[in-house]
């Protein structure tokens, strides 16, 4: 690799501690704020993440601290690995420190509850920052399997296509191979709304349904979510790649998903606070973000009827079998 970078992960969940290894071993100088000085010290006395990373052992170049002045100073790489509904919350608080000229990493995959809008948009508003200076990383990218050095790929998109090469230089590893991309718009939907029919297919698990079910749901999720897409100018080549289908395919199948392992508990009959306290604190983004989606599809006149029954199930008491019959009762229509 080139001169290696100066970087800063703040988020030390599944995802941050992860990107912060791949980032490590791509040769780069990676300091990781996490919000507990125990977790902190466990990650540099120990090498361990044990809340988020059990038995993954973290390298050597990877530095963690509490202190986000300590990890924001000099860094030319700010990856923000927060939740997105409390992104703009942390970034407010982060946006003195920010290094100047640094490229503001996403990777996040949410829409903002508040004001409808994508992760790069609220990094752009709060940093104040032109958007080439954002960028964002989202693929079929389950932290787990990544962590274990599993190989993947993944998009680096930003609107400033020698920041995006920068970055992916700076990510590329053995076992992850990032892919450049400038549409910012498409990336982000085809990331926010696979969690939400992520959900559906767990719903889907749990009512004991098959692979063609789940096949369906993919499939018709993916039209649904490209619509919105299209709708908010996004390439609609960018939903064929590996953050729109390459993800959803990989969420929705996957066990170790977040999203679709609380589809699943619904699906099975537990209620939303049932589910929200077997997550153990881990976020399940599609469960606020199917509201802030499906008000955006409504302000652009976009049909969602998945998202739609998501969010029936989520937080208006509708049961997954009768929202599995109120999809397949829709009007017919031609593909
Ligand atoms: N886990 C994955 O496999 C994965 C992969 C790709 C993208 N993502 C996305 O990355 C983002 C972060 O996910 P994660 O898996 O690291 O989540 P997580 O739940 O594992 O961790 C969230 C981290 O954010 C911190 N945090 C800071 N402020 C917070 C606040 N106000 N509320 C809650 N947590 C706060 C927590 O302490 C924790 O370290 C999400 O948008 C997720 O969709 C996750
Ligand atoms: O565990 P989930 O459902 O948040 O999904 C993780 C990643 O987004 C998969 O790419």
């Known amino acids: 690799m080139a001169r290696p970078e100066r970087i800063a992960v703040l988020g030390g969940g599944s995802w941050g501690t992860t990107f912060a290894k791949v980032l490590a071993d791509a040769g780069n100088d990676v300091v990781l704020w996490v919000r507990r000085a125990e977790v902190a010290a ?3 006395e ?14 050597e170049r990877l530095r963690a601290t509490d202190d986000a002045a300590e990890a924001l100073q000099a860094a ?19 946006q003195p420190l920010l290094p100047e000229d640094a490229t503001l990493v996403s990777l996040s995959k949410g829409v903002e509850l508040s004001t409808l809008k994508r992760m790069s948009q609220v990094i752009a508003e709060v940093a104040d920052v032109p958007m080439g200076r954002v960028a964002v990383v989202s693929g079929p990218n389950l932290a787990k399997e990544i962590a274990a050095e599993q190989p993947t790929a993944t998009v680096v998109a930003c609107p400033d296509e020698p920041r995006a090469v920068a970055l ?3 990510c590329s590893t053995s076992y992850f191979r990032p892919y450049t991309n400038t549409d910012l718009v498409g990336i982000e939907i085809a990331g926010a709304c696979k969690n939400v029919i992520a959900l559906a297919c767990g719903m889907a698990v749990g009512l004991g349904f098959g692979h063609n079910t789940m096949s369906s749901l993919i499939t018709r999720g993916l039209a649904e979510t490209t619509r919105l897409g299209v709708a908010l100018g996004a390439d609609p080549m960018s939903f064929a790649g590996l953050a729109g289908l390459g993800d959803l395919v990989a969420t929705c199948m996957s066990p170790l998903s977040r999203n679709r392992t609380f589809g699943e508990r619904l699906g099975r ?9 077997a997550a153990h604190g881990q976020v399940s983004e599609g469960v606020k973000s199917c509201s802030s989606i499906r008000e955006l599809a409504a302000r652009h006149g976009v049909e969602m009827p998945i998202t739609d029954v998501v969010y029936g199930v989520c937080h208006e008491g509708l049961q997954p079998g009768p929202a599995a019959a109120e999809l397949l009762g829709r009007e017919r229509k031609p593909e």
């Open 42 to 44: 466990e990650i540099n």
């Open 46 to 59: 120990s090498r361990y993440n044990s809340g988020y990373l059990p038995g993954v052992e973290l390298p």
């Open 76 to 94: 030319e790489i700010v990856v923000l690995a927060v939740p997105s509904q409390s992104l703009r919350e942390n970034l407010a608080g982060w």
């Open 168 to 170: 992916q230089q700076a």
């Open 269 to 277: 009959g537990e209620t939303l606070a049932q589910a929200q306290d």
